[in-house]
């Protein structure tokens, strides 16, 4: 065997191995986790492209961390789109109200008439909400803790709904957590039932643009106060 030919077997091997050992939970592993983790810290849109990054390294196929090709894009785009709009109506107006949520969303409550901050809101909801957190929370936990726990779908569901939610308390309060956690549980809920990420995406970019909108237009209350007075 010429030498070239076997140094590039020798890069092989070792392109296998690393790979390998990202997939698993060695030293190499762990450390991979613990920088997606870090990463989610400072924000979803950070820790998603890590998680990307570590699904090519690692070779860890697409489909495993939900981007499989539906079987109908305009099925997929309809059904997505109208369900994140009409679960955030219906978490408005009758789920958060039972809770005792406020009306107003304190934290949000700045994009009331504010032109000048939607393109940042949208942009935020679109690539840090939709993508970030839907890869990050859905698509990578989903795979890691899956293999963790062997593939337990109800426990992998439960932690990363509470887990969201959790990461919602900062932001948000306890309104905040309590709608983070249900919400958690549905989008979880659709990706294990539908096998891939994108309803889970699309439905939760018109999930927050919904919530925007009823913010800006200053209807929030009255959508709050809907069935409930």
Known sequence: MKQPQRLRVSNRVTRDRFASALRGFGPIGLLAILVILAASVAGPPFAAVLVLLWAWLSRTPWREIGFSRPKRWSTTLLIGIAFGVLF???????VMPLFGAPAINPAYHYLAGNTAALPGIILAVILGAGFGEEIFFRGYLFER?????????AIVLAITSLWFGLVHYQGQGVAGVEQAIITGLVFGG??????????SILAHIAF???AVAIIYFDVEAAVAHFLFA
Not at 145 to 153: C, D, S, V, Y
């Open 208 to 210: 927050d643009l919904t």
């Open 190 to 199: 659709i990706y294990l039932a539908a096998g891939h990420l994108w309803i």
């Open 88 to 94: 955030k109506l219906a978490m408005k107006a009758v």
């Open 145 to 153: 803790l899956g293999k963790l726990f062997g593939a337990k779908p």
